[in-house]
Nanobody
Framework: QVQLVESGGGSVQVGGSLRLSCAAS????????MGWFRQAPGKEREGVAT???????RYADSVKGRFTISKDNAKNTLYLQMNSLKPEDTAMYYC???????????????????WGQGTQVTVSS
């Protein structure tokens, strides 16, 4: 069974930065689409960013220019660097793996089969 474990969440002030990590067991990131999603209280889970097997990235408009998704295949770890954080970035953040796609990633919840347990990010003003 695939296990994805996020870490790095916390509380930060507006304008601050955080780096989230997602470690996988019994799974390899290198050949599939990986993604970060977030869910705020009372809202739907939304896509934040994806990265394909070749390292090509895609971002939601709301985070473009502020967030960076990356991966370290040797460490089997996915990252999300978040800069210039805003209160509206407050949410539970989840990493996810797509069991099917490797090249053309879809920034949507339905496309991802495996999920971590989430890590909380809180941005205060």
């Amino acid at each position: 069974q695939v296990q994805l474990v996020e870490s790095g969440g916390g509380s930060v002030q507006v304008g601050g930065s955080l780096r989230l990590s997602c470690a996988a067991s019994r799974y390899t990131y290198s050949n599939v689409c990986m993604g970060w999603f977030r869910q705020a209280p009372g809202k739907e889970r939304e896509g934040v960013a994806t990265i394909n097997r070749d390292g090509v990235t895609r971002y939601a408009d709301s985070v473009k220019g502020r967030f960076t998704i990356s991966k370290d295949n040797a460490k089997n770890t996915l990252y999300l660097q978040m800069n210039s954080l805003k209160p509206e970035d407050t949410a539970m953040y989840y990493c996810a793996a797509d069991a099917v796609r490797a090249s053309t990633c879809i920034l949507a919840r339905y496309a991802f089969s495996y999920w971590g347990q989430g890590t909380q990010v809180t941005v205060s003003s």
